[in-house]
């Protein structure tokens, strides 16, 4: 039978283990416009923090989606990112080469 000590032990190993962080929810100021790299129709307006390439976007910081239905071009209806969860937030995984931003 366990003792209270050996309780103790596993509580103190199991909070050891920190939670995923989650990106900030004001999220930077910039906003970049995110376009479709082949017909140029605007997707979305995007607060983006730091100088890097667009890999992935965050839902909660679009600040304007011209988008119809999820990933896909509303000018040439192509697939240009994938839905998924980083880190617990959903967001969209882009296709390297299907957009460009400014």
């Known amino acids: 039978m366990p003792t209270v000590q050996d309780w103790r032990i596993s509580i103190r190993l199991l909070s050891a283990v920190p939670p995923m962080a989650k990106p900030n929810k004001k999220g930077p100021i910039r906003t970049v416009d995110v376009r479709c790299s082949a017909c140029q129709a605007p997707l979305f307006v995007y607060r983006k923090g730091g100088k890097g390439a667009l890999v992935k976007c965050f839902r ?43």
């Open 60 to 102: 909660e910081r679009i600040s304007k989606d011209f988008t119809t239905d999820g990933c896909t071009c509303p000018g040439c209806d192509r697939t240009f990112a994938r839905e998924t969860l980083i880190r617990g937030t959903p967001a969209y995984k882009i296709i390297g080469g299907k957009v460009t931003f400014r």
